[in-house]
């Protein structure tokens, strides 16, 4: 009778383990599952930011060929294309230096094409940040990345059949013998000839840690195995790490979104996402016809500012103009940095008779803010603004 006991309860035993197991194996599988979402969730995420940056750079593009001309009429009655176009790569070459991100290792980068054929001399690398020497050589189709693959060939065979392409290659770490794979996307530019790409190293992307991580694998396995409490327990605990990690996904992409969204240090919004406002702005002007007025300042003499009292007193300033601006214009108006000290100002319906009566307020706020250095000083500090005023130019 006892035996039967003995036997019994290790039926019972073997059944709990086998049960503990079978959650264990599920809660796996659906974890793999539900990473694998997410990091493909993160990589869809960010192949439409680089898409958006590079198209937003083609239309930067667009936008200074079309006011460096304007500026070259105004000046000679002619223009030229070829000075503007080095002027266009001057400009470019110093944004993409500033704008390289070493802490993700995104950047842009262009070449420009010399044979749409391929071959030795296809290309000449114009602009990389992270390989500045190496600008104005020649490129070829023909170069193998580290994983022996032709990623030229194939980004040129891309923009010669869509005008943009999506694609992955291989590269060795500057620091290190590792090798590490690169999302980028590349778009011709046609006018100029020149393929505009962004890249970004997969191991940068978020969630790709959690996936690639097998310690952490393994402290989830031993978790598992230490839960034998039960069936529910374990979905339980399942059900509120799912949880955790839609929670985290949701608050990593609300954060990459402000970061496009928002200039990290004057908190106005971004040049990438004010060329959307200006397009959208341009968009409901054609529906509606409400008359948007677009303004434009910069900060006067403002690299004298940065070079006699350091770039930390440069950024304060920066900080607090926009901080100003922000409190004297109306909640529908929107402040955007273009790029350094130049902003772009949206004027929601605004009247054209009170343009000029706006822009001397906000230039007022300006010139009379004390601007104080750590030591005390005050800095004078003055911007020139202008806005489109029924086809004219308001200036103040």
Known sequence: ?????????????????ACCALCLLTTLIVQTISTTILYDNAIAFEKHYLKSTVDTTCARID?????LREQQMADTGTFDEEKIKQDIIGILRQDFYQSADNY???????????DYEGGKEYAVRLIHPNLRDTEGVLLSTETQDARGDRPYLTELEGI????SITYSYYFKDMN???????????RLYEDYGWII????????????????NSALKWLLLISYLVSVGGVFVIAFSLYKQARQQRREHRNEVSKLQRQIEYD??????????????????????????????????????????????GHEFGDFVLKEVVATISQNIRSGDTLIRWGGDEFVLILSAAAPQHIQHILKKLNLCIRNREFATKDG??????????????????IC
């Not at 290190?176 to 590349?186: D, G, H, N, R």
Request: proline share 2%; charged share 25%.
């Open 1 to 17: 009778m006892k035996m039967h006991g003995l036997v019994k309860e290790k039926k019972h035993l073997y059944l709990a383990l």
């Open 377 to 394: 000083k005050i800095v004078p500090i003055t911007i020139s603004i202008g806005a489109s005023k029924d086809s004219a130019f308001s």
């Open 160 to 163: 010669k059949q869509q005008g």
């Open 197 to 212: 790409c962004m890249g970004i190293p997969y191991n940068a992307v978020w969630g790709d840690v959690l996936f690639e």
């Open 63 to 67: 936008i200074l060929r079309k006011k």
């Open 104 to 114: 993700t290792g995104a950047y842009c980068w262009i070449n420009a094409v010399r």
């Open 176 to 186: 290190s013998e590792s090798i590490t794979q690169k999302l980028t996307y590349a």
């Open 264 to 309: 990290g240090l004057t908190k106005a919004k971004s040049r990438i996402h004010g060329v959307t406002l200006l397009e959208d702005s341009l968009e409901c002007y054609r529906r509606t016809m409400r008359h948007d007025v677009i303004a434009m300042f910069d900060l006067d003499h403002f690299k004298a500012v940065n070079d006699n009292y």
